[in-house]
């Protein structure tokens, strides 16, 4: 298990700052700079501890991420409890959905539906927001037992094939989990996209808010960063290394007007105000859309904003760390947009799933990133042969139908 070091960041329980206070972090230049740096550093200690002890637990007992012995060892555990997959085709399967439908989560939802017929529990709907879940455990307690009664209906209806959470132990009961596989065997599967800064988290619960806790309950744990793969093996789970896809059916091509030399969406925090400011000191035009952003604001259109484009800028970094690198949605949804070019931070995963300089366009550091933004711009029809490529690559790989795909043929369902 992991260490429970008093000294370890992530087992204390952050004192919270007023909302104030962190505007004014944010916000106020001299001090947001030197916050950025102390929580830079910090980002990167918690990792490194983490990455360390793993290691030598991995070297010690010869532990070693290979994704064919987790099919295997998968397969092995479903059949242990008497469950033999009923073999479906494409538009057969039917999910039984735990995710809750907000931000961003509907986008996976209707590649799900080509599957097959959805039954989906959604606690916001319910009128749980995940807020308050993961704050109070008396709502996180009644919202869980509800989930059994709604998978037993849905089985009953039509036998489920598979049931597929996303979220961490903010929100997701093991024991619930549990019961399903033990009463009725059906596979369960959780899609994890935050390992590397949300391993662990506080213990609000008898487990942590991360993956740690909760890996060991699934029978597949799909999580978007390589090197959590055997954090994972080492907690007794059975994890599947699986980025990120995209929804073709909202992420796609439209009739805009390059009216944007650059543009970034996403929050204004850390090293992310830093190097806007540096490009604009370098007389770059770069449009910003997200809350924190001097005269902007979030825009509820930002395929749009891609569209119109010449260059969309990706930021790679962790929370607050600009080196520390982990692959996100926005590296497969503005590729699949077919918009303006992609230009992101330098990330040997990313490098697995795209041609770098053919597809997308990568830099390592901000003199790299404003020379490359310079030639683009200036040479248009090479960064539209990029755009166009990276688009045809997304369709044919990376889709979230094809992350569906591949988790389903592992259980045997496909």
């Given at each position: 298990m992991e260490p429970t070091n008093p000294k370890d960041a992530t087992?204390?329980?952050?004192?919270?700052?007023?909302g104030v206070v962190k505007d004014m972090l944010r916000t106020w230049p001299p001090v947001a700079q030197v916050y950025s740096l102390l929580a830079s550093r910090r980002?990167?200690?918690?990792?490194?501890?983490?990455?360390?002890?793993?290691?030598?637990?991995?070297a010690e007992r010869g532990v070693v991420y290979r994704e064919e012995n987790v099919a295997a060892d998968v397969r092995k555990r479903l059949a242990s409890r008497g469950y033999a997959p009923a073999r479906r085709t494409m538009g057969e399967v039917h999910t039984f959905s735990c995710v809750p439908l907000y931000s961003w989560h509907r986008h996976l939802m209707p590649?799900?539906?080509?599957?097959?017929?959805?039954?989906?529990f959604d606690y916001e709907s319910l009128g749980y927001s995940y807020t308050r879940v993961s704050q109070s455990t008396d709502l996180f307690e009644e919202m869980s037992a509800r989930i059994l009664p709604a998978f037993r209906e849905a089985h009953a209806r039509r036998p489920v094939d598979w049931v597929f959470y996303y979220g961490g132990g903010q929100d997701i009961s093991p024991l619930v989990v549990r019961r399903i596989t033990e009463e009725f065997g059906v596979p369960v599967v959780n899609l994890s996209l935050d390992d590397?800064?949300?391993?662990?988290?506080?213990?609000?619960?008898?487990?942590?808010?991360?993956?740690?806790?909760i890996t060991q309950e699934f029978d597949l744990y799909a999580t978007s960063a390589r090197i959590?793969?055997?954090?994972?093996?080492?907690?007794?789970?059975?994890?599947?290394?699986?980025?990120?896809?995209?929804?073709?059916s909202a992420y796609a091509p439209r009739e805009a007007t390059r009216?944007?030399?650059?543009?970034?969406?996403?929050?204004?925090y850390g090293f992310r105000i830093a190097v806007v400011d540096y490009l604009k000191k370098h007389d770059v035009k770069v449009s910003t859309f997200g809350a924190g952003w001097p005269g902007s604001g979030w825009t509820a259109d930002i395929v749009s904003i891609f569209n119109r484009s010449r260059?969309?800028?990706?930021?790679?970094?962790?929370?607050?760390?600009?080196?520390?690198?982990?692959?996100?949605?926005r590296d497969f949804e503005i590729p699949g947009t077919g918009g303006g070019m992609y230009l992101t931070s330098f990330n040997p995963d990313l490098a697995q799933h795209f041609v770098v300089g053919d597809e997308i366009i990568c830099y390592r550091n901000r003199d790299e990133m404003l020379e490359l933004i310079r030639w683009y711009l200036t040479h248009p029809e090479e960064a539209d042969a990029i755009a166009e490529r990276a688009r045809a690559r997304c369709l044919r790989e990376h889709r979230w139908l094809h992350r569906y795909e591949k988790m389903l043929t592992i259980l045997g369902v496909l």
């Amino acid at each position: 298990m992991e260490p429970t070091n008093p000294k370890d960041a992530t087992h204390r329980r952050a004192v919270p700052l007023p909302g104030v206070v962190k505007d004014m972090l944010r916000t106020w230049p001299p001090v947001a700079q030197v916050y950025s740096l102390l929580a830079s550093r910090r980002v990167h200690d918690e990792y490194r501890r983490r990455r360390e002890h793993y290691a030598r637990l991995a070297a010690e007992r010869g532990v070693v991420y290979r994704e064919e012995n987790v099919a295997a060892d998968v397969r092995k555990r479903l059949a242990s409890r008497g469950y033999a997959p009923a073999r479906r085709t494409m538009g057969e399967v039917h999910t039984f959905s735990c995710v809750p439908l907000y931000s961003w989560h509907r986008h996976l939802m209707p590649d799900l539906h080509e599957l097959g017929p959805v039954t989906t529990f959604d606690y916001e709907s319910l009128g749980y927001s995940y807020t308050r879940v993961s704050q109070s455990t008396d709502l996180f307690e009644e919202m869980s037992a509800r989930i059994l009664p709604a998978f037993r209906e849905a089985h009953a209806r039509r036998p489920v094939d598979w049931v597929f959470y996303y979220g961490g132990g903010q929100d997701i009961s093991p024991l619930v989990v549990r019961r399903i596989t033990e009463e009725f065997g059906v596979p369960v599967v959780n899609l994890s996209l935050d390992d590397k800064q949300g391993w662990a988290g506080a213990s609000t619960r008898s487990w942590r808010t991360g993956a740690v806790d909760i890996t060991q309950e699934f029978d597949l744990y799909a999580t978007s960063a390589r090197i959590a793969c055997e954090w994972h093996l080492l907690e007794g789970g059975r994890p599947l290394y699986m980025p990120e896809g995209f929804d073709a059916s909202a992420y796609a091509p439209r009739e805009a007007t390059r009216d944007l030399d650059v543009s970034f969406v996403g929050v204004a925090y850390g090293f992310r105000i830093a190097v806007v400011d540096y490009l604009k000191k370098h007389d770059v035009k770069v449009s910003t859309f997200g809350a924190g952003w001097p005269g902007s604001g979030w825009t509820a259109d930002i395929v749009s904003i891609f569209n119109r484009s010449r260059i969309n800028l990706g930021m790679g970094g962790i929370e607050y760390s600009e080196s520390l690198t982990n692959v996100k949605g926005r590296d497969f949804e503005i590729p699949g947009t077919g918009g303006g070019m992609y230009l992101t931070s330098f990330n040997p995963d990313l490098a697995q799933h795209f041609v770098v300089g053919d597809e997308i366009i990568c830099y390592r550091n901000r003199d790299e990133m404003l020379e490359l933004i310079r030639w683009y711009l200036t040479h248009p029809e090479e960064a539209d042969a990029i755009a166009e490529r990276a688009r045809a690559r997304c369709l044919r790989e990376h889709r979230w139908l094809h992350r569906y795909e591949k988790m389903l043929t592992i259980l045997g369902v496909l």
